[in-house]
């Protein structure tokens, strides 16, 4: 015997020892990060079905308790839970709607129920859901979740009739050990930010101190909704391709190509086959392993497939990210662009750039920088991000006569993806993937240049009107002066002046 004990564990119970690569590290984190995951659930949840999301968020301190316990309540208008699904969504680590290729916020099944368990281990109370799809009937539980089987445990379960008019959404309620003194400014920063990706969300944070802080929605046009798609050849490995196989009643290689992969039509699975010297009528069950090995490395290879489309990926667009920008900030300037669709290993990805100069913009003694992928806010970590190294060391500033350290300069990026490389399961911040950093920095430049005509735009501006200025006071006296000198008739300085006024910009300028 060696002496060793070998044992397995359960998904809750490895992320019950590991909460804090989740973002449960003290507190004050674990405060802040309940209310996310909450809130972005809800946000998928009323895009999902193409409503506006209205979200109410009440942060309480309940007094029952020797240490510092909140009451965090976050309820929706969203799409609710069917009945059934509610334990297990709630009850269950890693398990969820979105494992699909489709832009969502939500991604690992993993969110709302770390919130849960964090709230249960500080404070032993079940987690409070009210949910409905807006049919006949309202579900309420109260679940705990039994870490060790990683299973819900249905403590209360109770069925209503829904109102009339139906009521459609989710209430989810959960008492956790928090610190909000710690973690407001990020709290509320979190929700400016929200805002600023989402202007068609009413969002709304009644504070611990009873504090409203209301964010309203400046427009009520959606981005548009995303559409899950196939995989994409270049980001199949071998066991996605291994189930596909398995799982598919396709009789030929080439039939499986073109009804399995996304943008892949005959001519290309024929140009593919031919390429690769694959048989287009071999049966896909008869592969053997290695087999199987080579067609995955093929498949992730070869150059002539067409880039996966964008219809998966729901962009926010010049004009809502411009809305926003306008609706948080109320700069003096903004500019918002979208960079074509790339990709990078089979997953499509949209950069969209803002920048906002002056008015409301802060002025921190270095560009502001505000960081978005799938429109959530990304707070934390913001050095390790790809967009910090493009926007500090990649972009020379002065370049474009701006100074980082004084200009009142924001710079807005937003990724969206199917698959955002996020460095940990916390969500926080992006790795620098070559594609990705060429597309940001591509953007940031072009914003850049835009606030750069607009700063020497206005520079000439105020240098005409100064110009001008002067002439007014001193021609006149110039014109009595020298006819006094040369007994010659005064000009007519008006005129004069009027000539001066058509020179290019003091026009615009007066
Ligand atoms: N407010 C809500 N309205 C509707 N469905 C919800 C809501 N909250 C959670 N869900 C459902 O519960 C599932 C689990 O949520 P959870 O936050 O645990 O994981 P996720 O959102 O799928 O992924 P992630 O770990 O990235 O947050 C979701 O996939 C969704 O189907
Ligand atoms: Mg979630």
């Known amino acids: 015997m060696s002496?060793?004990?070998?044992?397995?564990?359960?998904?809750?119970?490895?992320?019950?020892?590991?909460?804090?690569?989740?973002?449960?590290?003290?507190?004050?984190?674990?405060?802040?990060?309940?209310?996310?995951?909450?809130?972005?659930?809800?946000?998928?949840?009323?895009?999902?079905?193409?409503?506006?999301?209205?979200?109410?968020?009440?942060?309480?301190?309940?007094?029952?308790?020797?240490?510092?316990?909140?009451?965090?309540?976050?309820?929706?208008?969203?799409?609710g839970i069917p009945g059934e699904y509610i334990p297990y969504a709630f009850g269950r680590i890693l398990y969820g709607s979105k494992h699909t290729l489709k832009q969502m916020r939500g991604i690992f099944g993993l969110g709302g129920k770390m919130a849960i368990l964090y709230g249960q281990i500080t404070t032993n109370r079940p987690v409070h859901i009210v949910s409905s799809t807006g049919g006949r009937d309202v579900y309420e539980y109260r679940l705990l979740i039994d870490v060790e089987k990683n299973s819900p445990i249905i403590v209360e379960e109770r069925i209503h009739r829904n109102?009339?008019?139906?009521?459609?959404?989710?209430?989810?309620?959960?008492?956790?050990?928090?610190?909000?003194?710690?973690?407001?400014?990020?709290?509320?920063?979190?929700?400016?930010?929200?805002?600023?990706?989402?202007?068609?969300?009413?969002?709304?944070?009644?504070?611990?101190?009873?504090?409203l802080h209301l964010f309203r929605r400046s427009t009520t046009k959606l981005p548009p909704a995303s559409r899950e798609v196939k995989p994409h050849p270049h980001g199949v490995d071998v066991e996605t391709l291994r189930r596909i196989i398995n799982s598919t009643d396709c009789k030929t290689l080439k039939e499986l190509l073109v009804k399995s992969f996304h943008r892949v039509g005959e001519t290309i699975a024929d140009r593919f086959l031919k390429t690769y010297s694959l048989d287009p009528y071999r049966d896909p069950a008869s592969l053997t392993p290695g087999e199987i090995v080579d067609l995955a490395y093929a498949l992730k290879n070869f150059e002539e497939f067409l880039p996966p489309d964008p219809s998966c990926l729901s962009p926010l667009g010049e004009e809502l990210l411009l809305e926003g920008v306008r609706k948080e900030l109320n700069p003096e300037f903004a500019v918002a662009i979208?960079?074509?669709?790339?990709?990078?290993?089979?997953?499509?990805?949209?950069?969209?750039?803002?920048?906002?100069?002056?008015?409301?913009?802060?002025?921190?003694?270095?560009?502001t920088l505000y960081r978005f992928a799938n429109k959530i806010p990304l707070l934390y970590d913001e050095s390790s991000d790809v967009s910090w190294k493009v926007v500090n060391q990649v972009i020379d500033w002065r370049h474009y006569k701006i100074d980082p350290t004084r200009d009142p300069v924001a710079v807005i990026v937003h990724i969206c993806s199917t698959r955002i490389p996020y460095r940990t399961l916390g969500k926080e911040f992006i790795a620098d993937r070559p594609e990705i950093e060429a597309e940001i920095t591509?953007?940031?430049?072009?914003?850049?240049?835009?606030?750069?005509?607009?700063?020497?735009?206005?520079r000439r501006v105020e240098k005409a009107r100064e110009y001008f200025s002067v002439y007014e006071r001193y021609l006149r006296k110039i014109a009595c002066f020298s006819s006094m000198l040369t007994g010659m008739d005064e000009p007519d300085i008006d005129k004069l002046l009027r000539r001066v006024k058509r020179w290019k910009g003091m026009e615009e300028a007066l």
Do not use: C
Request: a negative charge; charged letters at 25%; zero cysteines.
């Open 3 to 79: 002496g060793q004990e070998f044992r397995e564990i359960s998904p809750s119970e490895f992320f019950y020892r590991h909460r804090e690569i989740v973002g449960f590290t003290n507190p004050a984190r674990a405060t802040y990060t309940s209310i996310r995951e909450f809130v972005e659930n809800s946000l998928d949840a009323a895009e999902a079905i193409g409503v506006p999301p209205d979200i109410h968020v009440t942060l309480m301190r309940d007094e029952g308790f020797e240490f510092e316990v909140y009451r965090l309540r976050v309820e929706d208008n969203g799409s």
């Open 163 to 211: 109102g009339n008019p139906k009521w459609r959404g989710t209430v989810v309620e959960v008492f956790l050990e928090g610190d909000y003194q710690r973690s407001s400014s990020k709290i509320i920063e979190y929700f400016k930010e929200t805002a600023m990706a989402n202007p068609y969300a009413e969002l709304s944070f009644i504070d611990p101190y009873g504090v």
């Open 338 to 367: 979208q960079r074509k669709p790339s990709a990078y290993s089979g997953y499509p990805f949209i950069v969209e750039v803002a920048l906002a100069y002056g008015g409301g913009t802060p002025q921190t003694g270095r560009i």
């Open 442 to 458: 591509r953007a940031v430049r072009i914003v850049a240049r835009r606030l750069a005509d607009y700063l020497s735009h206005k």
